[in-house]
């Protein structure tokens, strides 16, 4: 009977340590995964900053006079888009929700490119303190943006990593947890609105 103890104890030996071990592998899981919950935030926080100055530049540029309003117009309306879509943690395993949501901000960035571009042909509009303020907050903004997005995509891909390796492929697939989409930049997307003014 000794011997029947002993393979008993160790088999409830091996049980106990694998329990315990699925209780800190979910652990770290969710960790991980309100990590990505924070990046995200952080993403949105950038993009919601960007969207915040745009009223204040349109206002700027529509003062001067005879500026183009079919691009004023259309970055209101880009800006219109991007704002609309919202991106919850819970979409972030949505690669359409995602794609979605990057289509329309890279919308809104190539209609900022082209109201810049335009604001070139307007010497005194460029010269006013205002415009040149929320340039440099416009250009402070992009550059959280590219930040924010690597942070972001950094977390995924630790996230993702977690999620597909042993043992954290078997506590997943048992609570849920899914990879997430990482931030991925449209075509041209490479070539970022052209803020400088002098």
Same mark, same amino acid.
């Given at each position: 009977?000794?011997? /029947?103890?002993v393979?008993?104890?160790?088999?409830?030996?091996?049980? +106990?340590?694998?329990?315990?071990?699925?209780?800190?592998?979910?652990n770290?899981?969710?960790?991980?995964?309100?990590? $990505?919950?924070?990046?995200?935030?952080?993403?949105e926080?950038q993009?919601?900053?960007?969207?915040?100055?745009?009223?204040?530049?349109?206002?700027?540029?529509?003062?001067?006079?005879?500026?183009?309003?079919?691009?004023?117009?259309a $970055?209101?309306e880009?800006?219109?888009?991007?704002?609309?879509i919202?991106?919850?943690?819970?979409?972030?395993?949505?690669?359409?929700?995602?794609? /979605?949501?990057?289509?329309?901000?890279?919308?809104?960035?190539?209609a900022? +490119?082209?109201?810049?571009? $335009?604001?070139?042909?307007y010497?005194?509009?460029?010269?006013?303190?205002?415009?040149r303020?929320?340039?440099?907050?416009?250009?402070?903004t992009?550059n959280?943006?590219?930040? /924010?997005?690597?942070?972001y995509?950094?977390?995924?891909?630790?996230?993702?990593r977690?999620?597909?390796?042993?043992?954290?492929?078997?506590?997943?697939?048992?609570?849920?947890?899914?990879?997430?989409?990482?931030?991925?930049?449209?075509? +041209?997307?490479?070539?970022?609105p052209?803020?400088?003014?002098?």
């Open positions: 009977m000794r011997p /029947a103890l393979v008993v104890g160790v088999f409830l030996l091996i049980v +106990g340590i694998a329990v315990f071990s699925g209780f800190g592998t979910y770290s899981l969710v960790d991980y995964d309100e990590s $990505v919950t924070q990046s995200w935030a952080d993403v926080t993009y919601q900053r960007r969207a915040d100055l745009i009223p204040n530049l349109v206002r700027t540029v529509s003062g001067a006079a005879d500026f183009e309003q079919e691009t004023l117009q $970055v209101t880009a800006r219109a888009r991007a704002t609309s919202n991106i919850s943690a819970d979409d972030l395993n949505d690669p359409e929700k995602m794609e /979605a949501f990057m289509a329309a901000q890279q919308s809104l960035s190539g900022l +490119g082209r109201l810049l571009v $335009v604001s070139e042909n010497p005194q509009l460029r010269a006013t303190d205002g415009f303020d929320l340039q440099v907050q416009l250009e402070g992009e959280r943006i590219t930040v /924010a997005r690597r942070d995509n950094d977390t995924v891909a630790d996230y993702n977690r999620v597909r390796q042993f043992p954290g492929s078997i506590v997943a697939s048992m609570t849920g947890f899914e990879r997430k989409t990482p931030f991925e930049a449209s075509q +041209g997307a490479e070539n970022a052209e803020v400088d003014f002098n």
